[in-house]
């Protein structure tokens, strides 16, 4: 009985998470509009056989130059003031769900922000869906961001653990949910193996600190 009740709760989560489909999820492939515009392409799809109403919002993780972005839904393309809107779409339908971003510095960016999606009037269908570009050569950055930049992190994404290399200097290695609640904290050692395999499927976001405290910059990592 109890293998039969665990097995139709892991059938109800995989069916109540799959109502809802955004692809490509993580955005890294950017098409050039123009010398200083980009644009990130994903769709968006409603996989249930009823109709929607969904809320997008977005927030903006890494901009180092304060570049401009804007949003694209199904519906309409939103000025950059607009972080939220909500639109419907009809029993298995798909529509755009585009990033656009303007550089002041078509040279050096950096940018990375979350469309979190979910079902208006049930949260616990949601994606986010997460959109990046990184240049490497941000004018903005400093010395510790630089070494930074030395710092890999592998697989990602990855289903259980990760690891990081060329940490020298790194002191604790701390994971945090999108909106920054610490989970997990580790002693860094180089080619060390940090587990996630309890988290649930997401973005975490790996911050590293030095032996005084000081946040030298964090990864991503995506948990399948």
Not at 56 to 80: G, S
Request: net charge negative; aromatic share 10%; glycine share 4%.
């Amino acid at each position: 009985m109890k293998n039969f009740l665990l097995f139709a709760l892991l059938f109800f989560s995989y069916t109540i998470s799959a109502q809802l489909e955004v692809t490509p999820n993580p955005i890294v492939e950017w098409e050039v509009v123009s010398g200083t515009e980009i644009v990130g392409k994903a769709k968006v799809k409603n996989t249930s056989n009823v109709v929607k109403e969904y809320t997008w919002e977005r927030t903006v993780l890494d901009n180092c130059n304060n570049d401009q972005t804007w949003f694209c839904d199904p519906n309409l393309c939103y000025i950059p003031s607009v972080s939220t809107q909500v639109f419907t779409l009809d029993p298995g339908a798909e529509g755009p769900f585009e990033l656009h971003a303007t550089f002041n510095d078509p040279d050096n960016r950096d940018l990375v922000v979350q469309i979190k999606v979910y079902e208006t009037n049930n949260a616990d269908i949601v994606v986010d869906a997460m959109y990046e570009f990184e240049s490497g050569n941000c004018i903005g950055v400093n010395v510790d961001e630089v070494e930074l930049k030395d710092i890999k992190l592998f697989p990602n994404p990855t289903t259980d653990h990760f690891t990081l290399t060329n940490v020298i200097g790194v002191q604790n290695v701390i994971i945090h949910n999108i909106i920054g609640t610490p989970l997990k904290q580790y002693i860094a050692q180089e080619n060390a193996t940090y587990s996630i395999s309890d988290l649930p499927a997401g973005v975490y976001m790996v911050l590293l600190n030095d032996a005084n405290g000081n946040n030298i910059g964090s990864k991503r990592v995506f948990k399948q």
